[in-house]
């Protein structure tokens, strides 16, 4: 069973506001990801933190950032919210990185009016 | 850039029947390959990884697939589909470093009959 949790569950936002998505690793993980899944697409990778350092990340712009806290969880900030930013956003964990299984979560609703 | 595509987006299939589900990949090596499925509402579920080894590759659920490295596939079988699978479905890929920069398809929504 997935110990990996995401809060809010769902969130609505102005375009041009900033948004913080918060994850809680599932106990022992020491590496979190974040996706965004579009409506009706797969999940895109935003990027990887690995011991509270980013070491990975996919095409998306600086507005997208993230931190690492000395618990292992995670926060993903957005700025300056743009209509195309609604999506699903996934967290996901994993045990030392590499290819152990991730856990992902159930995930954050985010709707940008 | 590796990529995933899975022809299919939505299949119908009866209870008790028989399911395969098609995902090819574009990746220079041998990439490390996935099938996760998510439940309305829910996260992804891994379902089954390749990474190495027997090309056929047994998960949960009673689900397997099989790696074909000529063709660049791996398709996801289950030889008699219950009505609790109706879910989406995501292939997936990760290059041959560490992390879990996957990349996913745009899923397969399967539907089941009763």
Known sequence: ETGVTQSPTHLIKTRGQQVTLRCSS???HNTVSWYQQALGQGPQFIFQYYREEENGRGNFPPRFSGLQFPNYSSEL???ALELDDSALYLCASSLEGGYTEAFFGQGTRLTVV | AQSVTQPDIHITVSEGASLELRCNYSYGATPYLFWYVQSPGQGLQLLLKYFSGDTL???IKGFEAEFKRSQSSFNLRKPSVHWSDAAEYFCAVAPDNYGQNFVFGPGTR???LP
């Open chain 2, 110 to 112: 399967l539907s089941v």
């Open chain 1, 77 to 79: 900030n957005v700025n």
């Open chain 2, 57 to 59: 590759v047994q998960g």
């Open chain 1, 26 to 28: 599932q106990s022992g």
